[in-house]
């Protein structure tokens, strides 16, 4: 159940070089009755002309998409399932506006790098060093609501001369990889990830749907990668990323800003909108988030509501992991800690 690839290029790179340098999910997946709408106020700003995303462009067409597969490929058995996350409360609803009219274009914040911190060697019931190599699945009730047992893929869609890759799984929510990229590489390698499958489930029959997270990059002032949600919405037409924390990850400018949280243990935070293509992104606006959640279905409403996604659209599958373009030639570890999707 991998997320599908994206391709990522330059905005002034021709098609015909997208086509090997891609990346988001493949170089880079009425409101009113939506019982979870609006966690909190909105604010619009103007449409304008995208800046060229040096290190972030997406083509959805080769993103990997997570699908069920029957049993794992790589390696050895399943362990036992992690302990249940409890659900908490629905987040707030507030009936949604319709766009206003554009105004003032915000620019994205510099992006900080995270202080690199000594890691334990790797370790999981399961590890692969294949591009395409698959752990699981896995039977987590930390996952709530999926329509088949999640999985983690090492996921190199991009591969390029030098790249190494190796991925260490336990589960969804303790797995990782090092990973040793190229110094100097803009365009996304890689995006080892979790996968969890919602089967095309409408999104208005959601009342909650929320993520949480621990991850560290163990980032050094070379790499070029950030933690993100890849979501694929209306059979894989639409992909929604939620990115929270970077390393050199460029700047966009933002089409809106909007504040989500409020409720269900998700605090209030401004997110941007930025726009590749047909690929959504949403970046914190404050820096770096390591450890925290995210309201994933007010993000999703949010965007049906203010026509960025289809009226009555659904949910086809939700990723987590790491775009990774460049560790500076030398190993790094990308940790997952812990990660849950609470959902009803």
């Known amino acids: 159940m991998l997320s599908r690839p994206k391709a990522i290029a330059a905005a002034a790179v021709s098609a015909a070089a997208i086509a090997a340098v891609t990346a988001g999910c493949q170089p880079q997946d009425s409101i009113a009755s939506a019982p979870a709408a609006l966690s909190a ?6 449409h304008t002309a995208k800046l060229p995303r040096p290190h972030h462009t997406h083509d959805a067409k080769r993103h990997h998409k997570h699908t069920p597969k029957p049993a794992a490929t790589p390696t050895t058995s399943t362990p036992a399932p992690t302990s249940s996350a409890s659900a908490s409360a629905s987040p707030t609803s507030t009936s949604s506006s319709p766009t206003p009219a554009p105004t003032q274009s915000s620019p994205s914040p510099s992006p900080t790098t995270s ?3 000594s890691t334990p060697t790797p370790t999981g019931t399961c590890t692969t060093s294949a591009a395409q190599g698959e752990c699981g699945p896995y039977t987590d009730p930390q996952i709530e609501e999926t329509s088949s047992n999640p999985s983690v893929g090492n996921n190199v869609w991009a591969p390029i001369s030098g790249w190494k890759q190796t991925l260490y799984a336990t589960n969804p929510g303790d797995w990782s990889v090092t ?3 190229p110094a100097g590489n803009t365009a996304v390698v890689s ?3 979790s996968g969890s499958d919602y089967n095309g489930r409408a999104l208005s029959s959601f009342s909650t749907l929320r993520g949480s997270f621990s991850e560290n990059m163990n980032a050094n002032s070379s790499t070029s990668a950030w933690a993100a949600y890849d979501i ?11 990115q929270h924390d970077f390393a050199n990850n460029g700047a966009c400018t933002y ?3 909007a504040d989500f949280g409020g409720s269900g243990g998700v605090p209030v935070q401004k997110w941007g909108l930025c726009q590749f293509g047909s690929e959504l992104v ?3 606006t404050s820096g770096n988030e390591q450890t925290g959640s995210v309201d994933i279905l007010a993000m999703l409403t949010w965007l049906e509501s203010h026509g960025y996604l289809p009226a009555s659209s ?5 990723g987590y992991g790491w775009e990774i373009a460049s560790t500076g030639g030398v190993n790094e570890n990308f940790q997952v800690n812990s990660y849950s999707i609470t959902a009803s």
Not at 314 to 318: E, F, V
Request: glycine fraction near 6%; avoid cysteine; aromatic fraction near 8%.
């Open 179 to 181: 990973a040793n990229m």
């Open 282 to 284: 949403w970046k914190l």
């Open 314 to 318: 659904t949910l086809s599958s939700i």
């Open 255 to 257: 089409e809106a800003t």
């Open 41 to 46: 106020q909105q604010t619009v700003s103007a």
């Open 115 to 117: 202080t690199p911190t």
């Open 191 to 193: 995006y080892p990830s």
């Open 232 to 242: 694929w919405a209306n059979g894989g037409s639409n992909e929604i990323m939620i």
